[in-house]
């Protein structure tokens, strides 16, 4: 095992589970009630988020919450603190796209995560990659191969 990827693992497992209850609308979305992120303990009852949220609005990587610990489980209860950090979502209505929306936001040089090849969570930190980010989306939109929208907006 290579000395990046043993690293990677054992800083995992510092990481802590914090849930965060969804709002489920009439039509039953999100399909989850609730969605649990990784996150950095950094003191009492304050975590920083460690990877990008599907469902959960208004929150990006690195940004500060609380949490409430009830019988081992940790609770959101408030952002304290946002990042510089952007989350778009997209949803790939044509899946022969998705391979092609893989490599665009590979060769932008995005962090992005992956929900069983269909819904997509891309966090943004660069302003210029946000512009040429969003005019790559728009133009699938456009086509009819997926749907975005920008979660949450720190630019």
């Known amino acids: 095992m290579s000395e990046s990827i043993a690293k990677h693992i054992e800083s ?3 990481l802590e589970k914090v849930l965060f209850y969804l709002p489920v609308d009439d039509d039953g979305y999100p399909p989850y ?3 649990s992120l990784w996150a950095e303990r950094i003191g009492g009852d304050a975590f920083r ?5 599907f469902f959960v609005r208004e929150l990006c990587v690195e940004d500060i919450v609380t949490a409430l610990d009830e019988d081992g489980s940790l609770y959101f209860q408030e952002v304290v603190e946002y990042s510089q950090h952007n989350t ?4 790939v209505i044509e899946k022969e ?3 092609q929306l893989i ?3 590979r060769k932008l040089g995005l962090a992005f995560e992956g929900l069983d090849n269909y819904l997509f969570a891309i966090d943004v930190v660069d302003p210029e990659k946000m512009a ?3 005019h790559f989306l728009a133009d699938g939109q456009e086509k009819g ?3 975005f929208e920008e979660s949450a907006l720190r630019l």
């Open 33 to 35: 009630s609730y969605e």
């Open 12 to 14: 995992k497992e510092e």
């Open 132 to 134: 040429t980010l969003v």
């Open 97 to 99: 796209r998705t391979t």
């Open 88 to 91: 778009v979502r997209i949803v």
């Open 103 to 105: 490599s665009g936001l």
């Open 145 to 147: 191969w997926w749907e």
């Open 49 to 53: 988020i460690d990877n990008i949220p």
